[in-house]
């Protein structure tokens, strides 16, 4: 396991100088993560949620941390485990659920699902499910930034693994060289599907995978929210003030298989096991907030009451939603319409679906 | 009206686009200080600056990833990749994320970008940089692929193309640049889309695009005089497709020739001939006829390559073929 690589954890400093509101905010943040992608688990085996599902357990104080130092300004870009990036960003519950569902009042209106999340109003640019390719997008999203004098900066968010593919390295040469304000945030979970980083990365160190570019890399303890958002927020401002790119290396466990359905049978369970309760970001957090007097115990029920509440009324709204319908198949087709384009009718009546009245 | 080349007529309504809209910028390796490995965007970077003609290092899936990430956030980049052969190293990006990002995410985003690139075989290029890959994008839902024939559709094209807000495959051919054709003054664009008769006959229609186009008007000039009447249907968009113009033709001279440069198997011009047979089986007085690459990698050697690549003489002996 190379759950030994986790820098020292940081859990021990201090909240003195936190605001009590931002912490309890952030512990409902996670927890609402935490039990979206516990419910979608339970959706997913009974049949609710189709296709590929890749869960964010284990990984909340990472995406919690990252989002808790951006502003609206900025853009995010991730790949396809991207259900708890797009809550964080602020994105209705239960739009999210119901694009895991596949219906009409989805967040990309049924027609991306588990892998292709995207919320336009709140600068949440998409999950892309080929490894990769939402890295080059991002580098021209801060491209663009760059180019019409704007504020903010771009999170090109991806796994441990896609520090092993040739989009990365040339997206990192194109940060640099023309001086884009982007971050490149690595969710090192410690496992591309079934291979440790140490079998597919020759430099296990990814915050190292820069150098070449001049690029700047640190690790950060991914179970810390405090410690993410400290971290996001100083190569942040760097990427935004002086158009440096950085690389954030995110150290998580992950919780489960690669997706809903990999049995994880290539890691020893007993390490699982003790890695979910070492490396438990939401009960350490919450721990922190006890033991420093920031919030008590009834606190803490109540959340846990409310977060239930909330993802219950997500999976109810996505059941009741419409399905998308075949007439609206071609709808999005073209942004701009031209002559020639097939119709849906045309379409369907084709291959002998008849539509009906609608 | 003036005469111009194809040439001309690219890099006239690049620097009319870059100073018609901030948002165009244009990409691609060597467009810049070199003046464009074909001399497309010659006097741009001089014209309009490093910041709107920005030369790339040789990066195709990442420039071509960055174009589209940044026509999501409004702008709208003119990317050049130097032949079509180069950009199966970005296809990722084209296939994968350009092509899906409007429909995939409901429409709430969208990749207003160009990719202009020539396509096909001349000059002993030999087997890595001869080849013809629109058929690839055409096949792809999503993008729109248009592949002019003259300077005047050039023109027209292009100016559709960097103003649609879907991102468009744009097909030129090395052996069309230096090509003439008259070309008005005025600010017209031709609709993606739309295929155009270019000449009227009565025996035989001849479909095809880019280069091919050029080829089969010579080719009909020259049966004229044999008393053989060719008409050409030039499609100028292979995505979306006419299939109207091109049905309509053939209803009318009962036979019809598809002519490309690409491979015969899976190619261009078997599409067209399977919509000719569903859309227009009864009008038909002779099978049609395919006129295409033949299937090896394009050999060096000038005989042996002329021999596989479809010309003049192949497109006339398969017009004979089908017209006594």
């Not at chain 2, 070199?34 to 040789?58: A, H, K």
């Not at chain 2, 186009?213 to 499609?235: K, R």
Request: charged share 25%; glycine share 8%; aromatic share 8%.
């Amino acid at each position: 396991m190379r759950i030994s690589t986790l820098k020292p954890r940081t859990h021990a400093i201090s909240l003195e100088q936190e605001a009590p509101s931002e912490m309890r905010r952030y512990y409902y943040q996670m927890l609402l993560l935490r039990r979206f992608e516990e419910r979608t688990s339970e959706m997913y085996v009974k049949a609710k949620i189709g296709g590929y599902c890749h869960l964010n357990l284990g990984e909340e104080a990472t995406i919690v941390g990252l989002n808790a130092a951006l502003t609206p300004d900025d853009y995010v870009y991730t790949n396809y485990r991207e259900h708890g990036y797009i809550l964080a960003r602020g994105a209705d519950p239960r739009r999210v659920m119901a694009e895991l569902f596949g219906k009409e009042t989805g967040v990309s209106g049924g027609r991306g699902g588990s892998m292709h999340l995207f919320d336009a109003e709140r600068h949440f640019m998409g999950g892309y499910a080929i490894v990769g390719g939402q890295a080059p997008l991002a580098v021209g999203a801060a491209y663009a930034l760059k180019y019409q004098s704007r504020p903010g900066v771009v999170i090109a968010q991806m796994g441990d693994a896609t520090t092993n593919i040739g989009a990365f390295y040339e997206s990192l040469n194109l940060a640099k060289l023309w001086q884009l304000p982007v971050l490149f945030f690595i969710v090192n979970n410690g496992y591309g599907m079934g291979t440790a980083v140490e079998r597919g990365s020759s430099e296990p160190n990814l915050a190292k995978k820069g150098a070449a570019f001049r690029i700047h890399g640190e690790r950060v303890d991914g179970t810390d929210v405090i410690a993410v958002r400290d971290a996001v927020r100083r190569l942040r401002e760097k990427a935004e003030q002086h158009h440096e790119p950085a690389i954030l290396d995110v150290v998580s466990f992950r919780f489960r298989g690669h997706s809903v359905i990999d049995a994880d049978r290539y890691r020893d369970a007993g390490a699982v096991r003790r890695g979910r309760e070492k490396f438990d970001p939401l009960t350490s957090f919450a721990t922190r907030l006890l033991d420093q007097q920031i919030v008590d115990q009834a606190f803490l029920d109540t959340t846990a009451q409310q977060v239930d509440a909330e993802v219950q009324a997500a999976i109810d709204f996505a059941n009741s939603s419409p399905d998308p319908q075949p007439a609206d198949l071609y709808t999005y087709m073209y942004a701009t319409p031209v002559a020639n384009t097939p119709s849906a009718d045309d379409a369907l009546r084709a291959v002998g679906i008849n539509r009906g009245a609608q | 009206m003036s005469t111009i080349t194809y040439r001309q007529a690219l890099n006239r309504t690049l620097a009319e686009e870059l100073t018609r809209d901030e948002q165009v910028v244009l990409m691609g390796e060597e467009i810049g200080l070199f003046q464009g490995s074909y001399r497309i965007t010659e006097g741009l970077l001089e014209q309009f600056g490093p910041r709107r003609v920005v030369d790339t290092p040789i990066a195709e899936e990442g420039f071509v990833g960055v174009a589209i990430g940044a026509a999501m956030l409004g702008m709208r980049p003119v990317v050049e990749i130097m032949t079509i052969n180069f950009i199966l190293v970005a296809i990722d990006q084209v296939v994968n994320h350009a092509s899906k990002i409007h429909y995939m995410f409901g429409g709430q985003a969208r990749v207003p970008m160009v990719i202009r690139t020539p396509s096909g075989g001349t000059g002993q290029l030999a087997a890595t940089h001869s080849q013809s890959f629109e058929n690839w994008f055409a096949y792809c839902p999503g993008l729109k692929v248009v592949a002019p024939a003259t300077p005047y559709d050039a023109r027209g094209l292009l100016r559709a193309a960097i103003r649609d807000d879907d991102p468009v495959i744009f097909i030129e051919s090395l052996a069309l640049y230096d090509t003439k054709g008259e070309v008005p003054d005025n600010d017209y664009v031709i609709p993606i889309g739309k295929a155009e008769v270019k000449r009227h006959g009565r025996d035989v229609t001849v479909v095809s695009y880019s280069r091919m186009t050029a080829v089969a008007l010579q080719v009909a000039q020259q049966l004229e005089a044999e008393g053989i009447s060719v008409e050409v249907v030039d499609l100028r968009s292979l995505r979306p497709l006419d299939r109207p113009t091109i049905i309509e033709s053939v209803k009318r001279t009962n036979r019809a020739v598809v002519i490309a440069e690409d491979w015969y198997s899976y190619g261009v011009t078997a599409e067209i001939a399977a919509t000719i047979q569903e859309e227009a089986f009864d009008y038909l007085d002779a099978p049609v006829v395919r006129v295409a690459g033949l299937e090896v990698p394009l050999p060096y050697a000038k005989d042996l390559s002329a021999a596989a690549k479809p010309s003049a003489h192949s497109l006339i002996h398969a017009i004979r073929s089908i017209v006594r």
